[in-house]
């Protein structure tokens, strides 16, 4: 299961004008804005859409055109990764002028007038593969962001474990300042560059390179103290079963 908070993120809104592709226009905004994880929700009109259907082995079938305008009753396009690359499924719900119904992987479509909001979770990326098991791309894991580099820490399975600080009272948590180190069991001794808020403070890593660090995903110990600073003992915290 995976499963995890997420505090940095931006929020867009907007309209792929009459006449754009709609799943070409999307793979563009996420170029071009940088998203590497995301959701896209949409609302309005869209034409000649095609459409892979649900298949009994829970795959989508081949595309599958549907001629004339169509009312977007549903959309949802999660973005995540799937190795180098943006993993883009758009799944629809839509309604023709007679009232039938069409439901799938939308693989493309013409803007009639397509209202968009999406929300980025910049502090994550999510990687997807092909489970073969159930014929469908699942989310593998989930990697949590070095904010002040292009990089990431790779966390495996830590993110989704995530729990917030404000289950420990105040005086559980040892308050960290700036020059305390942590003994991390994945990242190895940092030091405490910046205090963000009771949640969040900036680490300089072994490497030199400067990291976010969310205090939920970790339970504190006093360690020793090391030439006047503190050294604190992390451990990364998990969910009961």
Not at 122 to 128: G, S
Not at 137 to 150: G, H, I, K, Q
Not at 154 to 170: D, Y
Request: charged share 25%; proline share 5%.
């Amino acid at each position: 299961m995976i499963f995890t908070e997420t505090r940095e993120g931006r929020r867009f809104v907007g309209e792929l004008d009459p006449g754009m592709p709609v799943v070409q226009g999307i793979r563009s905004l996420v170029e071009d804005y940088s998203i590497s994880s995301g959701w896209f929700r949409g609302s309005g009109f869209i034409r000649d859409p095609l459409v892979r259907a649900l298949q009994e082995d829970g795959g989508y079938g081949d595309p599958m055109p549907h001629p004339g305008h169509y009312l977007v009753v549903s959309f949802e396009a999660p973005v995540s990764q799937r190795g180098e690359e943006a993993d883009i499924a758009v799944r629809v719900l839509l309604s023709n002028t007679d009232g039938t119904m069409v439901a799938g992987q939308l693989e493309e479509a013409i803007s009639a007038s397509l209202e968009l909001a999406c929300q980025t979770y910049d502090d994550i990326t999510l990687r997807r593969y092909h489970d073969d098991e159930i014929n469908n791309p699942r989310w593998l894991d989930v990697s949590v962001n070095v904010t002040e580099s292009a990089e990431v820490v790779k966390s495996g399975r830590v993110a989704m474990e995530a729990m917030p600080s404000r289950l420990l009272e105040p005086n559980e948590m040892p308050r960290l300042k700036v020059g305390d180190y942590l003994q991390h069991p994945r990242l190895g001794q940092c030091e405490v560059v910046k205090v963000i808020d009771d949640d969040r403070a900036s680490i300089r890593m072994s490497t030199g390179k400067i990291a976010q660090l969310h205090l939920g995903l970790l339970s504190l110990s006093r360690g020793q103290r090391s030439q006047g600073r503190m050294v604190y003992d992390a451990q990364i915290r998990r969910r009961n079963r």
